[in-house]
């Protein structure tokens, strides 16, 4: 049985801080498994700026859906109120997509960076999005890297990320 083959039929869950290497273990999840996963869907909702949230293409050449602008809201707001602005701002770029997918669900799911849609978006959505697929890979910021800038969005983040590892058949925490 080759190495990720285990992950197939389970929703695996993988989370640590900055620069921690949850987007390159992603990859190379999706590289061992593509072809044994049957219909994929591959979100990547990455913010690509200020040196964190690297994109899935910074590693494997594969086609996702990507919204254009996401935000990195801790880095790029200057205070609590714009924090939530673009945070908000995130969740109405993403929101479409998951519920683009609950209306066709494949049978796996991937998502990188998911917590850009939870820090303003309604886990529910995205709980069904992961409920509705037989396979599901994600990854998720889970430290304490950052400065909310008294938004609560540390908070919020911690709490969602916490409750979703406990609905995971394994977290696999990078440090």
């Known amino acids: 049985m080759r190495r990720y083959e285990l992950l197939i039929g389970k929703k695996t869950l993988i989370i640590g801080g900055v620069g921690s290497g949850k987007t390159r273990l992603t990859a190379e999840i ?22 964190v949230g690297l994109p899935l293409s910074s590693y494997i050449n594969i086609g996702c859906v990507r919204p254009e602008g996401l935000h990195a809201p801790r880095i790029e707001g200057r205070d609590a109120e714009e924090v939530l602005r673009l945070a908000r701002d995130n969740e109405e770029k993403i929101r479409p997509i998951l519920i ?37 890979i994600g990854n998720a910021y889970y430290g ?32």
């Open 144 to 175: 304490k890297d950052f400065d909310d800038k008294g938004s609560g969005l540390n908070e919020r983040e911690r709490f969602l990320v916490e409750k979703l590892m406990k609905m995971m058949d394994l977290v696999i925490k990078m440090s």
């Open 100 to 136: 683009s997918f609950l209306s066709k669900p494949t049978d796996a799911l991937v998502i990188n960076d998911l917590t850009i849609y939870l820090h303003s978006g309604d886990p529910e959505i995205l709980l069904k999005c992961i409920d509705s697929s037989k396979t599901f």
């Open 30 to 51: 999706l590289r061992g498994l593509m072809d044994r996963m049957g219909s994929l869907t591959l979100m990547d909702f990455a913010p690509g700026r200020g040196g």
